[in-house]
């Protein structure tokens, strides 16, 4: 996600700028730059990729004595990731960098236009630099010019804004996105976290939704909607790994709490009112295709799963969904007509890259669904959709499936849409669910102490059995796994339906079992599966809407009019079931015993 770093003072800014936006890396980005003001002298560079373009294209360049600066990060939102939609955006004299999104920044952009202002990039952000100069032209005080802007921001943003007009200062504001100050004697660092200002300021002040001002040599003012207010410096950390983590324990508890916000990114300029759009696709990739093939390990494989059951339901086209390491060898026979889909968080696990060039070899088409841009999986593929989640530290995936899944929803529903197989009234239907995703992922403290309580009772035993029907079944899977990761106990997922059919014959009050119970799928089916295992003396663990009088535990979810809604509530669930049980047996969370990240061997 995109990262900003500001530096006010007589070292060295690029390096400031660079080493700080470093720091950022491992939130992702697809595009980096900065800009100075020196005086007259007023400098700016961008490039796409990975940083060390932009180190290769400011290599030459090298600031001397007093200046000001800002950087950025980005990841693509509004706009594709091409050098004109990275940050800095100019106006005629002055550079803005954001983190965020500008709401009414349609309605801003036609009104600047209307008077004859050209944008340059597709980016919300450019609306800012511009309304800044037009409020400067009426109001020759910088500042108030500046807060004119601002007050004109719907939306979240974190931003600041250099100007030759004023090319000692700073100008800064804050709602909704973090941003922090620091200090250091009369030098003034601006960050979107902690990280990239680490050993070099020694306070900070972490602004408030709402707080705006500048920033001269030695002297920062704050405002806020009352005016001119006071603020009370602390000590900077100096732990840049805790930092990174944002407060949390571990990059996963993080990455699970993140999961509210990726998710929303991820439908960003996608899910719009009555429709779905991927800017990414040329809808020439479906011509001809009458099946869908995909491939992928591990958690992507669980997402795959899962949207098997949604390509032939609501795009009705035929979905199969493959293992890509069994894959690999089974002599598959692929026809020209089915769409090779591989799905990886990371972009480089080995055994799905080879199967994606062996399906290109026998002439399919293929579309990738990743995290990372540019990853040989990316690179090798006819299309990607990149799944916006930031990116993931923990080894045990948690953000990366929320938002795959999310992707292989909306590319269901787009199949849907341009094949004609569902009408508006259910697409509508659809997406109206699908915006209130986000808020069945926000975890509660209320929910997670829950689960911290309950993770006592499940830390030994002779295994887990999650189950689940239909989609719930992949989500039965996904939980096991990850159990199975961090906690090293036995874990696995099974429909319901199929317990009968061997496993029962394990049904004793050592045998736990994790029961996804919808109220929206399948709900009396799946309780009779439960009741069954219940009278085998079975410990149950139940997460449903519908309160279970045989559970042993029972952590109750929202009631939906969604599956899907219910599918990402319970996800978190066990997501958090895992992770406190893991804490508790005092396993390392984010890197257990005999895992990698990235799977880049056979
Ligand atoms: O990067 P990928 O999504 O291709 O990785 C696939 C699996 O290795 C990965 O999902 C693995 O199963 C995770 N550790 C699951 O938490």
Not at 82 to 89: D, K, R, S, V
Request: aromatic fraction near 10%; hydrophobic fraction near 40%; charged fraction near 25%.
């Amino acid at each position: 996600m995109c990262g900003i770093v500001g530096y006010l003072g007589n070292e060295e800014k690029k390096e400031i700028l660079l080493d700080g936006l470093q720091e950022l890396e491992y939130r992702g980005y697809d595009s980096a730059g900065i800009a100075v003001i020196e005086g007259d002298k007023l400098n700016q560079f961008k490039a796409i990729g990975k940083l060390e373009n932009l180190r290769e294209k400011t290599k030459n360049y090298h600031t001397e004595g007093f200046g000001i600066s800002i950087g950025h990060t980005r990841w693509a939102t509004h706009g594709k990731p091409t050098e004109l939609n990275a940050h800095p955006h100019l106006g005629a004299y002055s550079y803005v960098v954001h983190n965020g999104i500008i709401e009414n920044y349609q309605e801003l952009k036609v009104e600047l236009q209307n008077d004859g202002v050209n944008f340059l990039s597709q980016t919300d952000t450019e609306t800012i630099v511009h309304l800044f100069e037009k409020n400067h032209k009426t109001n020759t005080n910088v500042f108030s010019a500046f807060e004119e802007t601002i007050q004109r921001l719907d939306g979240a943003y974190a931003t600041l804004l250099i100007t030759e007009a004023d090319p000692d200062t700073i100008y800064f504001a804050k709602n909704g996105s973090p941003m922090l100050i620091g200090f250091n004697g009369d030098d003034v660092y601006f960050a979107s976290s902690d990280t990239p200002i680490i050993g070099k300021a020694t306070e900070v002040y972490y602004l408030e939704d709402g707080e705006y001002g500048y920033a001269k040599q030695g002297e920062v003012k704050l405002f806020d909607a009352n005016g001119k207010k006071s603020f009370t410096k602390q000590a900077l950390t100096t732990d840049k790994v805790s930092a990174q983590k944002d407060g949390y324990r571990f990059f996963m508890e993080k990455e699970i709490y993140e999961q509210s916000r990726v998710m929303t990114d991820t439908m960003i300029g996608r899910v719009l009112d009555e429709s779905i759009a991927f800017d990414e696709i040329d809808t020439a990739l479906f011509d001809s295709i009458k099946a869908i093939k995909i491939c992928a390990c591990g958690t992507s494989y669980h997402s795959a799963l899962t949207s098997a059951y949604l390509f032939e339901r609501i795009a009705k086209v035929r979905c199969d969904i493959e293992i890509a390491s069994e894959f690999r060898y089974k002599e598959p026979l692929l026809t020209k007509d089915t769409l090779f889909i591989t799905i990886s968080q990371s972009g480089e696990t080995a055994d799905t890259l080879e199967a994606l060039k062996m399906a290109k070899r026998a002439g399919l088409k293929s579309l990738s669904i990743c995290n990372v841009d540019n990853s040989s999986i990316v690179r090798e593929s006819d299309a990607a959709i990149l799944t916006r989640a930031g990116i993931e530290k923990g080894v045990a995936s948690t953000k990366a499936f929320a938002t795959q899944t999310m992707v292989l929803w909306m590319l269901t529903l787009y199949m849907g849409q341009e094949r004609n197989t569902i009408s508006k009234e259910v697409l509508k239907t659809e997406i109206d669910a699908m915006l209130h995703a986000p808020k069945a992922l926000i975890v509660t403290d209320e929910l997670h102490a829950k689960l911290h309580r309950l993770s006592k009772r499940y830390l030994h035993g002779h295994g887990f059995f999650f189950i689940g029907r239909d989609i719930f079944f992949p989500l039965a899977l996904e939980g096991a796994l990850k159990l199975k990761e961090i906690s090293y106990l036995h874990a696995e997922g099974y429909p319901a339906g199929e317990m009968k059919h061997g496993p029962i014959a394990l049904a004793d009050s050592e045998l736990f079992t994790i029961a996804l119970m919808p109220k929206t799928m399948h709900y009396d089916k799946i309780k009779s599966n439960v009741e069954e295992l219940s009278a085998r003396d079975a410990t149950i663990l139940a997460i449903s809407p519908e309160p279970f009088e045989l559970a042993d535990d029972f952590v109750q979810t929202q009631y939906s009019s969604h599956p899907m809604v219910e599918f990402f509530e319970m996800m978190v669930v066990t997501q958090l079931l895992a992770l406190e049980i893991s804490v508790r047996l005092g396993n390392d969370v984010d890197m257990p015993r005999n895992l990698a990240k990235s799977v880049t061997v056979e």
